[in-house]
């Protein structure tokens, strides 16, 4: 069974820095697309980033574009979301999934716990 686990958030000051890492358990990532989501309280889930096996990058959402950077490390098999500028409006429960292909089409089908981002003064 494919598993995925999120770590690196935590709580950071409007301003600050976060790196989100996200592993493969007892799998290799090399031949997958993985894609970086986040869901605030009482909001939707809404894709940010995402990475194809090549390591080209897309860029779902124009509010992190130019202050987030996802990349991905095959011989560390983990994929990570570096978080600059960060905004309280970043607050949000990240999740990395995993797509059953080379890029990042369709739907993911494996999801990571997810970790709790807060951008708080």
């Known amino acids: 069974q494919l598993k995925l686990v999120e770590s690196g958030g935590g709580l950071v000051q409007p301003g600050g820095s976060l790196r989100l890492s996200c592993a493969a358990v007892?799998?290799?990532?090399?031949?997958?697309?993985i894609g970086w989501f986040r869901q605030a309280p009482g909001k939707e889930r809404e894709g940010v980033q995402c990475i194809s096996s090549e390591g080209e990058s897309t860029n779902y959402a124009d509010s992190v574009k130019g202050r987030f950077t996802i990349s991905r490390d095959n011989a560390k098999n983990t994929v990570y979301l570096q978080m600059n500028s960060l905004k309280p409006e970043d607050t949000a429960v990240y999740y990395c999934?995993?797509?059953?292909?080379?890029?990042?089409?369709?739907?993911?089908?494996?999801w990571g716990q997810g970790t709790q981002v807060t951008v708080s003064s």
């Open positions: 999934a995993l797509y059953k292909d080379l890029e990042c089409w369709g739907t993911p089908s494996t």
């Open positions: 007892r799998f290799s990532l090399d031949y997958y697309a």
